[in-house]
């Protein structure tokens, strides 16, 4: 099976996202990641998934989507031709023995501390999938206390968006 990442822009509705998910369930497909959020185009919102499945089975379930009312267009993204970007909370354990290290570990990974506390950092990364989980690897010695992560964001490089020839309000 191969991974693959859509970018879904739909009409901002409720209960379209568990229309979307219902349709890979049926079909037994997991979804490995998925995010929601708003677009450039007021009442539009951009859903990514990123499943693993083959090629043909995907496109019965692309073919499935599009007959859903509220989706306007679907896009599968080629890693080569787009930018996928992970966001991850970690809150490590930081004493004052171990508290400089983290800083080290965190500034060679060029992420950010955005909370402090006397026992623990919680700190911030984003990139893509190798460089958060090679952080997460990074700071598991000292004990990783809590951890949140948002799922795959994806967007096509270049000038063509997927809301081009979309009616603004």
């Given at each position: ?94 004493d ?16 950010q ?13 984003t ?16 004990g ?11 967007i ?14």
């Open positions: 099976m191969a991974s693959h990442v859509l970018s879904l822009l739909v009409e901002d509705k409720a209960g379209l996202l568990t229309r979307v998910a219902g349709l890979f369930a049926r079909r037994g497909f997991n979804i490995q990641s998925l995010a929601v959020g708003v677009t450039e185009v007021p009442g539009l919102s951009r859903i990514t998934v990123v499943v693993d499945v083959e090629a043909f089975p995907l496109e019965q379930v692309t073919k499935q989507l599009n007959k859903l009312v509220n989706v306007i267009k679907i896009v599968e993204l080629e890693p080569s031709a787009a930018v996928l970007r992970e966001h991850m909370l970690i809150k490590v354990r930081a004052n023995q171990t508290r400089s290290n983290v800083l080290e570990v965190v500034s060679l990974f060029r992420a501390i955005v909370d402090y506390a006397p026992d623990a950092l919680v700190v911030e990364v990139g893509d999938s190798g460089k958060v989980e090679a952080f997460l690897r990074a700071l598991e010695p000292f990783v206390k809590e951890l949140a992560q948002s799922g795959l964001l994806a096509g490089r270049g000038g063509k968006s997927i809301t081009e020839r979309v009616p603004r309000s």
